[in-house]
């Protein structure tokens, strides 16, 4: 079986690819990195390590690697005949690889290939595919939409495997963690008889995306601004300070209860899923530089993600959420010259006043919130200086 997948960086290659390896699939790498493309062409695989202490190597196969800047024309034939596929390359990119996505669906049509095919969205967001699906639509005249809409599913995934920033002799080598989880939701797919193993399908699959995002993604982020907030620069060294450490722990406390009332999970199991998540973060091989993991603070405080949504729907529903606010307050001074979103976070704190800059980087419009966002940033400065 053939695949497409969109994004032939850590994650893909190091998460998604090998999945879709073991599932027996020829893939076609997609990307604009063309020394891993050159590569991927030359060699038709590469290894993945897993980061623990057995080391385990596990190779990947039957690759190849198309420039989508250089021969778009190649990516639209490979989906034309694909039997899946996939993108991991930032919620922000899926907009401008939805008109090839569009393309290859004409081609489908003009070739009358009738098989049903899912394109999947494995990014960190609520909604991927779906969000990705409107994209290609918008690419679409209405008879193509009508095809589409009978061949062509977008169900969202959720995804969950830690890949750390790395660099390696050789381009394709990457580490990740022994940890993995890929949910597809079942309901939405146009070829349900296609299922990989390794992969769980779920009817509904909110609960899981939700779970992933305010656990693993609000934890993550917690380690890394309350780090970055206490003069650490890695991740593994941050977490060994008792002061982060209770941090995440206490706001993990607060999505945790958020979940447990939201979607009725199993108080132990989800509290075993959280120990989890922490020994993960402890994970001495995986320890990952905070200017990646708090990289985009903008995009992390926006109105749906993965703090300012479990702070709104907590206070809804009467629960606490002190520790989410006292984070929320740190992002507010993460100033890291490398993140281009971090110094425009910073211009606009200096150009106009925190009220206004909190109300446009979350969309909120509960005075409430703003405010009590406001003092939390306030004592933030203040313990500061």
């Not at 022994?178 to 939701?185: A, H, L, M, Q, T």
């Amino acid at each position: 079986m053939k695949a497409v997948h969109f994004g032939a960086g850590n994650i893909g290659r190091g998460f998604i690819g090998e999945t879709l390896a073991a599932n027996n699939f020829q893939i076609n790498f997609v990307d604009v990195n063309e020394t891993i493309i050159a590569a991927l062409n030359q060699r038709h695989g590469y290894e993945i390590e897993l980061a623990d202490e057995s080391h385990k190597r596990i190779s990947v196969h039957n690759v190849a690697g198309i420039n989508n800047g250089k021969d778009p024309e190649k990516v639209v034939q490979a989906i034309a005949t694909a039997d899946i596929v996939t993108t991991a390359i930032g919620p922000k990119i899926l907009k401008f690889i939805a008109p090839l996505i569009a393309d290859g669906i004409k081609a489908r049509q003009a070739e009358n290939n009738l098989q049903p095919i899912d394109v999947i969205a494995c990014e960190n967001m609520i909604g991927g595919s779906q969000n990705l699906k409107k994209e290609v639509y918008s690419h679409l005249a209405a008879a193509d939409q009508v095809f589409a809409d009978k061949y062509i599913g977008f169900p969202n995934a959720a995804v969950d495997r830690i890949v750390p920033q790395q660099k390696h002799d050789d381009p394709l080598f990457v580490s990740v963690e022994p940890f993995k989880e890929w949910v597809i939701d079942e309901h939405q797919m146009a070829n349900p008889s296609l299922k990989l193993t390794s992969v769980h399908y779920a009817p509904d699959l909110e609960p899981y995306i939700e779970r992933k995002l305010f656990s693993v993604n609000t934890g993550h982020a917690t380690v890394a601004y309350t780090g970055k907030y206490l003069g650490y620069s890695d991740i593994g060294s941050a977490i060994a300070d008792p002061k982060v450490l209770q941090q995440l722990k206490r706001v993990l406390k607060e999505t945790g209860d958020l979940l447990i009332a939201k979607w009725n999970f199993k108080r132990s199991e989800h509290e075993d899923y959280q120990q989890k998540i922490i020994g993960r973060f402890e994970n001495k091989y995986l320890s990952d530089e905070i200017t990646r993991v708090g990289r985009t603070p903008i995009r992390k405080l926006g109105y749906d993600e993965r703090f300012i949504r479990p702070i709104r729907e907590a206070k809804d529903r009467g629960l606490d959420y002190t520790a989410l606010l006292e984070t929320v307050g740190m992002i507010y001074t993460f100033d890291e010259p490398q993140d281009t979103e971090s110094q425009k976070l910073m211009q606009l704190i200096k150009e106009k006043p925190i009220h206004e800059v909190i109300e446009t980087t979350t969309g909120l419009k509960d005075e409430t919130l703003i405010s009590e966002i406001e003092q939390s940033y306030q004592k933030a400065v203040a313990k500061h200086k």
